[in-house]
Structures are given as C-alpha cells and as structure tokens.
C-alpha cells in the first residue's frame, strides 16, 4: 500500500491519498493507452510525410530506377517493351521487378490498367487509405501520369514509412526519449532520403530493408533484437542488390563474435535463412528467364571481375570521402562528425560499418552517390546524438537543418532533371493518335523512361549503348550517334517512308542536326524545361520536333 501526498498551489500539505491495488493497474491501463496513441499518431504521421514526399519527387534521377525496375516489370507483365543488356546477359535477378509485375498483372486481369482510370481511381484510392487524398488529386488530376509512374512509388513510399515507423521506436529502445527524438527529427530532414527513397532503385529498397533489419540487429540495450527477422532482411536486401553484403559483411562477423552459442546461430539461422533465400531466388530466375542461372555470380563476374562497370565511369579513391559522402549527408556533416566524438563507444559497429563500407567502395573505380546511400541511417543515429546534446543551440541547429535541407529536398525533387518525366506525359497522349506515331529518342541512351511512362505499344526507338563483352556484331548506337549525328541519320533512314514522325533531342543536339530537320519538314512543337546543369550528353531544355508530311509523299512520291 502506497501514498501519494499532494500540495496545494501555495505549499501547504494536503491530506493523504491512498493508492489501493487497483491504482498500479489503472496507471498501466492510462500508459498502454499513450502509448498506443503514440504508435497510432506516429504511424498516421510517418505515411502520410512519405506519400507527401513521393509526390513531391517528380525528377529523374538515374536511368536504372526505370530500366532495373519498372520497365522489366511492364515488360513482364505486358510482353513488350525493352529489356538492356543488363538482362540479356543474365546478371540482374527478376525478384524486385516481380513485385511491381504482380501488381500490374492484377490490375489487367480485372481491366484496371487504362491510365487515365488508374490515375483517378488508384492515385485516390491509396491516398485516401493513407490521409493523403488532397494531395493525390491536386497532383494526379493536374498531371498525365501514369500507374507506372505513381503505383510503385506510392508502394516504395509506404515501405520507407513503416522502415520509419520502425526506426523510431527502435530508436526508444536504446536512448531516451529526447535523443530518439532528435535522431528522428535528422532523419526525416535528410534530403538525399526524401530525395531518394519513394524512387523504384534497387539502392532505395536496399536502404530501407537495411533500416528495418538495423531495428533487430541484437545492439547492445536492443529489446526488439531478433536473428530470424533481422537475417531474413539481409537475405532479401542480398537478392535484390547483392552489393547490400558489403554493409552488412561487419555487422554479422560482429554478430557471430558476440554471440554465445556460435554453432547455434550458424546452423539454426545462418545456413537456413541464406539457402532459403538463394533457393527461392534461383527459382524466380529459372522462372523467368527460362534455364538455370546464378545472376549474383554473373553479378560479380560482369561488374566487377570484368570491369564493365568501369566503362559507365571512373573516379579517384578519395571521391566518397571529398564528395561522394559529403553530399549525400549534407547539412548534416558536421553535426555527423560530433556525433562520433559524443557516441563512438556506444555505436562503435556502426561506425566501423560505416567506415567500412565507404573504404570497400572507394577501392572500385566506377563510383556513384547511391551505392553508400545504405549507410545513411546508421549516419542519422549519430547525428541526432549530436543535436540532443545541443542544449544552448538546439533550436537554431534544428532550424538549420530543416530549412537546408528542404531547401535542396525540393529544388532537386521538383525541378532538377523534370523534363524526363515530363516529356513522357507528351508522348503518352500520342498514343490517342489516329495515326501511328513512330518516335526516335535522339539523346544519349536511356536518357528517359521507356513503355512503363506511355503504356501503349507506340512504335519507339532510342540509341542501345550496351558494353563490349566480345560479341562480333557489336555496336554501340549512342557512340555512333554523338559523333556524327546527321551521318548516322542519314544511313539509318535512307528513304522518307522510314523518317520517324517525331524526334526527341535535347537542346545541345538541336544545331547540330537542323540541316536533317530542316530538310524533312520537322517543326519544333513542344519545349519542356529539364535542368539549370547539364552535363555530358544532356541539356537544359528537351524538344519535341513532329514531321509534317508533303503532299508528294502522301500519294506515293519520295524526295
């Protein structure tokens, strides 16, 4: 029997309260009741946040968030459109693909897969499930976008808010609540997430599926810590992008070392769980591309044995630690850098991870900003450590952090790299065409998206750049292209019957084929902003230039 003496507003002691047996378990009933108002206000706040952020990206970033997802997931599920070379040589697994064609495959067998119905009736449908219909309307209704577009992104998103949902609550486990706050608060202020992580790349669900599997890694003070689940993780990100051993390589030597029975964890969870995964993933490979194949070796073999990575890039070692690293944390870097000093003990295999990972990668010559994006939020514990302890300059440290990365967040979201994205939405309307449109991408290769942005069998054709791997017929028609733009014109159509009825070029390739366009009787007819920084084969606005035929040619004749 316990008591509970109160005090009145001016000190004075008021009378004994008594707390009977029933009180501990009334104080039980009112916590288990926060909290599940807290876990329902979170859950609430993490979907709606990630499905504002999807719709809020709508630039390109890289071509493989559509050629290694969403365009073998159209192709899958439609039988045509483009598969690269990547496929045909065998060294991609069709498992990330697969969940994207499972739902487009639902959505044709019940004839839902009309875009314009889908845009309505989908982009709704999901934003409304998840409080987020004004927004769905406002941007699904004012722009032609397509299922492919929205559907896998949405599904990407509400990943990345369960993966953040998850995080936070691991986040309550280890610190307390104010640094599990501010470790949150870092962690959705990241522009390079926002950025990055609604995206249908193979780098992004990696990213998340490393987060969930961080929340049972058994850490030391983890209660949520589990082997099967967090194992379970590691496979499928493995499967889905092999390099996600590179940062998980320390984290299960750090888990077998720790562990006390080491024979156990080998034979109950180690040795299961990696064979089941590599079975059901060779399975879905024998699936579809109809014999049996090993794409993680093909994998290893191609990219990195061979170096055909290489050809598409190569940078000094230092560049993740000079700008690779630096941009993708951003604002947050030095708030990073203190975060070690204050936490290095605490985390000290998440720092080894981290650094681990930006060593290994910065020993490959073909380098990208994506690759060490799954680091990111083992980064954000350490930041969040160093704003908590920020008692003086908290707040103009958070006001930092919010207004520069939102700053970036929406510049590189709505406006850097649009016209893509943009230019599809035009060429999908072609397919209401009465005539049949026939359309070239005069640009560098996989500049835009392919069929899964049009969905129509529109006659398409764009410049292939696969590699030389040997073959005796190779070429690469993106080379040939750029270097002399109106001979390959000229020797690709010979005949005015074969000209495409429109031609898409960025502005830079403009002057340099105008005599061709001039003499076919090609009229510019649409101008679409892409980016303030070009750079390579790319410029800053993208054209639609249309053929008007001359009535000679309508009856037969030829120039």
Sequence with gaps: MGTLRQRSSFGRKKEDVKLG????????????????????????????????????????????????????????????????????????????????????????????????LLESVFGVFFSSLLSAIFWSAVICYSNEFSLQIWLPRQLQALITAFADFKFFFFLRELEDRDVAKWTFFCHLCSWYTWYSCSRTLTNSVETTITSLALCYFPLPASKTHSSKKYLSLVAFAIIVR??????????????????????????????????????????????????????????LNVNVLDGVANLYGTHPWHWYLTQGFPVIIGPHLLFFFYGCFLAYKRYRILLVTIAWTIGVYSLLPHKEFRFIYPVLPFCMIF??????????????????????????????GLIHQRGALDIMSHIHALCRNASEPDILFAMSCHSTPYYSHVHCPL???????????????????????????????????????????????????????????????YTKTTDIFHTHFPEGGLGRRIFIYERRRPPLEHVGGHF
């Design 21 to 116: 047996k029933s009180e501990p378990l009334l104080f039980k009933k009112e916590d288990h009741a926060s909290l599940r108002t807290e876990v329902l206000r979170l859950a609430v706040f993490s979907v709606i946040f990630r499905v504002i952020n999807c719709f809020l990206v709508q630039s390109s970033f890289i071509p493989d968030e559509y050629w290694q997802s969403v365009e073998v997931a159209h192709h899958m599920a439609f039988n045509y459109g483009h598969l690269t070379w990547e496929w045909k040589e065998g060294i991609r697994g069709f498992t990330y693909p697969l969940f994207f064609a499972a739902i487009y495959k639902i959505l044709h067998w019940i004839h839902c897969d009309s875009v314009y």
């Design 242 to 299: 092999p390099t996600a051993l590179i940062v998980w390589l320390p984290l299960l030597i750090h888990h077998f070392w720790q562990d006390e029975n080491k024979l156990r964890l080998v034979v109950h969870d180690y040795i299961p769980i990696g064979a089941s995964a590599v079975v059901i993933s060779t399975l879905i490979d024998r699936i579809f591309y109809e014999k049996w194949i090993f794409v993680h070796f093909n994998f």
């Design 383 to 412: 930041c969040g450590a160093s704003v908590a302890r920020m008692r003086t300059w908290r707040r103009a440290a958070a006001s930092f952090l919010l207004a520069s990365n939102l700053l970036i967040a929406l510049y590189t």
């Design 459 to 521: 006659k398409m054709r764009f410049l292939e750049c696969p590699p030389d791997l040997g073959q005796a017929d190779y070429v690469n028609e993106s080379d040939r292209f750029n270097e002399d733009p109106l001979f390959w014109l000229q020797t690709s159509y010979p005949h005015a019957r074969s000209l495409p009825t429109h031609v898409i070029l960025f502005d830079v390739m403009e002057k340099k084929i105008s005599a061709f366009l001039g003499e076919n009787n």
